[in-house]
């Protein structure tokens, strides 16, 4: 097989678009994929300060090179979960990718700085692990945007990701997560603007990214996302992918073209009615936000 930009013999091979690319080209096609996604959602205006949540896996570290080659101004942000060895290690990771390039990553350690780590924390807080630990990462990747003046938050959610919790809020129809499942959500009401830039990428070729761009990231997954609901969805979708390359993508973009409109009203309007929690300040339902109700049940 041939690269389809340059005609060099081809390294890899991307059947959602048909395609075969040799390592240059795989490279700049990933840049480009990005680009385009920044692009058509308005994602980054010029001269902004973007924050990039880097776990250390193959996402976020393909995002935050890929937003450095594209000239923006991107810091990491690093949070340890407490989560044994692999946080250990992802934290290696991240670091290493930050000094090598000479990049700027933020740090904060979870039971260091807040007090307990996800397992004890999903625990005492009767919360799945994943449950405690995705509102923990919401709750602190935004105070830390907030706090450093970042005028963005990007994650590194690539197309495999959102087209699986897009199958589950619809499998459930969650209508209100399906308002919310958005690849920008604006900024507003104590939150900064966030932008997953990936969802344009699937996890095979952010992870040949790394690979070809000579990225060392955790390969591990997380021991705590077993039996995880999310796993199963991306499997069945897999299955789908296999049989019709190029479903995942319609699947996700045909949702945002045609179906998330009809959602976002409900959403917007509860955003709207959310009133800064007594102890922190966050938006939230209650008066007590629900991190900080975690912090105070983990703490004791
Ligand atoms: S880190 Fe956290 Fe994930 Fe581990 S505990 Fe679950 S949510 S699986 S991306
Ligand atoms: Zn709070």
Known sequence: MKCRRCRQPAVIEVRRHNA????DCFLHHCREQVRRTIDDFGMIGPGERVLVAVSGGKDSLALWDI????????????????????????????????????AKLVEID????????IPTGARVAH??????????????FNQAAVDGGYDVLATGHNLDDEA????????????DYLGRQLP?????????????PLVRLGERE??????????????????MAEGNRHLGYKEALNAVEERSPGSKHTFYFGFLERASPLFTPEARAERDELRPCARCGTPTPGDIC???????????
């Open 127 to 140: 919360r799945a692990p994943c449950s405690a630990c995705g509102l923990s990462k919401r709750h602190l």
């Open 164 to 175: 699986a919790v897009l199958f589950g809020n619809v499998l459930r129809w969650s209508t």
């Open 67 to 102: 937003l450095g080659d594209l000239g923006v101004d991107a810091d990491g942000l690093y949070l340890g979960l407490g989560i044994g060895e692999y946080s250990g290690d992802s934290g290696r990771y991240a670091r290493a990718y930050a000094e090598g390039r000479g």
């Open 290 to 300: 629900a991190f900080c109700r975690l912090v105070e049940r983990a703490a004791t």
């Open 20 to 23: 075969g690319f040799c390592r």
């Open 184 to 196: 920008v959500l604006p900024a507003g009401n104590g939150f900064v603007r966030k932008v997953k």
């Open 206 to 223: 952010s992870a040949a990214y790394c690979v070809l761009a000579g990225i060392d990231y955790q390969v591990e997954e997380c021991p």
């Open 110 to 117: 979870l039971p260091a700085d807040v007090g307990f780590d």
